[in-house]
């Protein structure tokens, strides 16, 4: 089991075995395992993507193989994402004035 954001019609989940998935439309499936994202900020970019809201976090993730992604989401409780993520993995820690992001640090 893992812990559950609902934004608009997708629900964002941080599984039990750190993935950040996707479940609804537009997105539907594995987004990326927490030891890929690079890095989480606010956004409110209304160009960039689908996104319930343009109150948004931006997510840049890079796979093993190095390919890089980003996504851009709409969360409820960005602060309760934020801590999921963390606590998933302890390479990812808050920065900011706000410390309203994620960077990792490895």
Same mark, same amino acid.
């Given at each position: 089991a893992g812990v559950a954001w609902r934004a608009s019609s997708v629900t964002y989940q941080v599984t039990s075995d750190g993935y950040l998935d996707a479940t609804g439309w537009p997105y539907n499936g594995r @987004? %990326? +395992?927490v030891g890929e994202i690079q890095r989480v900020e606010p956004s409110n970019d209304p160009s960039a993507s +689908? %996104?319930?809201s343009l109150d948004r976090l931006r997510i840049d993730f890079e796979r093993q193989d190095g390919w890089q992604g980003r996504i851009? @989401? %709409?969360v409820h409780d960005e602060d309760g994402f934020l801590t999921a993520l963390s606590a998933k993995d302890? %390479?990812?820690i808050r920065a900011g004035g706000g410390e309203d992001r994620l960077v990792r640090r490895d």
């Open positions: @987004i %990326a +395992h +689908h %996104a319930a851009f @989401i %709409a302890p %390479a990812l």
